[in-house]
C-alpha cells in the first residue's frame, strides 16, 4: 500500500504544482501535503485492484477524491465552523496562512478536482457518470448535507437513528464513493453493492472517530482531542457508551467482510484494506 500512496502524492503533487502561483496555490499544496492517510484514495484504487483493473489509468480520480476531501476539512475547521487549530498534526490552513486564503483553498481544490476529471482521457459516458456520482456525493446529495445536519444537531436533541443518518452523508458519503466508481469502471451491477460496503465502513470509520475523540491524544490523532465533550456534542460515545460503540465497530468490519465475500473479486485485497482502517490510530 506504501508504493501506491507514494504514486498518490507525486501525482498530486504534479496536479498542484500546474495551477497559478501565489497564497492560494501555497495553502493547497500545504493542506494537501500535510500528511493524511490516503484511506480515500486507496479505497478507490484497491477496489480496483481487486477486480484485476490497472489502477495507473485512473490514478486522477483518485487524487480528485483526495482533493475534495482536503477541501472539506479545511472548512471544517474554519473559525465559522469547528474553529480548529491543527489538522493532520500542522496548524490547520487559516492558522498558517488567513482565513480568506483557506476558504479560496478549499473553494479551489474543489473546483480543481473536477477539472482533474474532466481533463482526463475516459470514455465520455464513464466520465460523465464519473462526475455525476463524485459531486452528487459530496454536494448536497452527501457530505455537504450531513455537514448542515451536523450543525444543527449541535443545538438540537439527536437521536442514535439521526446520528447514523448525519454519519452516513457527513463521512460515509466520501468513503463509498471510491468504491462506488472503482465499481462503475471495473463491474457495473457491483457499484450499488459496493457503495453500501462503503457506507458500512463510513459509519465504523465516523464511530472509531467518536471513540478516538475520548481514547487517543492530541499527538497521535494530529488534531485536538476531547472537542466533542468541549462542544457537547453528541457522539456514538454518548449516547451507546464507549464499549457499545466498539462492539459496533466490529460488527460492522464483520458484516462489510460478509458483504465482500458476496462479490467475485480479490478478497485478500479487500480484507488487508479493511484491516487497515479497523486497526487506525489516528
Ligand atoms: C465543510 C463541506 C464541509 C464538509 C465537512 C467530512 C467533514 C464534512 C468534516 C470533517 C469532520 C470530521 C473530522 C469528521 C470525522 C471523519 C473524518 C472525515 C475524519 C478525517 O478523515 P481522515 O481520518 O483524515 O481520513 P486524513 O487527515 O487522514 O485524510
Do not use: W
Not at 498534526?89 to 479551489?108: M, N, S, V, W, Y
Amino acid at each position: 500500500m506504501n508504493k501506491i500512496i507514494e504514486e498518490v502524492n507525486e501525482r498530486l503533487k504534479e496536479i498542484l504544482s500546474s495551477y497559478r502561483p501565489g497564497l492560494v496555490k501555497e495553502a493547497m499544496i500545504y493542506s494537501v501535503m500535510a500528511g493524511g492517510k490516503r484511506l480515500r484514495p486507496l479505497l478507490f484504487i484497491q477496489t480496483l485492484r481487486a477486480y484485476s483493473i490497472d489502477y495507473h489509468e485512473y490514478l486522477d480520480i483518485a487524487c480528485a477524491i483526495e482533493m475534495i476531501h482536503t477541501y472539506s476539512l479545511i472548512h471544517d475547521d474554519l473559525p465559522g465552523m469547528d474553529n480548529d487549530d491543527l489538522r493532520r498534526g500542522k496548524p490547520t490552513c487559516h492558522k498558517q496562512f488567513d482565513e480568506a486564503t483557506a476558504i479560496l483553498a478549499g473553494d479551489a481544490l474543489l473546483n480543481e478536482s473536477m477539472n482533474v476529471i474532466i481533463r482526463m482521457n475516459l470514455d465520455d459516458a464513464l466520465k460523465v457518470e464519473v462526475l455525476r456520482t463524485l459531486y452528487n456525493a459530496s454536494g448536497l446529495g452527501g457530505m455537504i448535507y450531513g455537514q448542515q445536519q451536523d450543525m444543527y444537531f449541535e443545538t438540537h436533541t439527536v437521536t442514535l437513528d439521526e446520528l447514523q443518518a448525519i454519519h452516513h452523508d457527513k463521512t460515509g458519503a466520501l468513503i463509498s464513493v471510491p468504491m462506488k466508481i472503482a465499481g462503475l469502471i471495473a463491474k457495473k451491477e457491483d457499484a450499488d453493492k459496493l457503495e453500501n460496503i462503503g457506507f458500512k465502513l463510513g459509519l465504523a470509520f465516523q464511530i472509531q472517530d467518536d471513540i478516538l475523540d475520548v481514547t487517543s491524544t492530541t499527538e497521535t490523532l494530529g488534531k485536538k482531542v476531547g472537542s466533542d465533550i468541549e462542544n457537547h456534542k453528541s457522539t456514538y460515545v454518548s449516547l451507546i457508551g464507549l464499549e457499545t460503540s466498539q462492539k459496533r465497530v466490529e460488527e460492522l468490519f464483520e458484516e462489510c467482510l460478509a458483504d465482500v465475500y458476496d462479490l467475485q473479486l480479490n478478497h485478500g485485497l479487500m480484507i488487508e484494506l479493511f484491516q487497515i482502517i479497523m486497526k487506525r490510530v489516528n
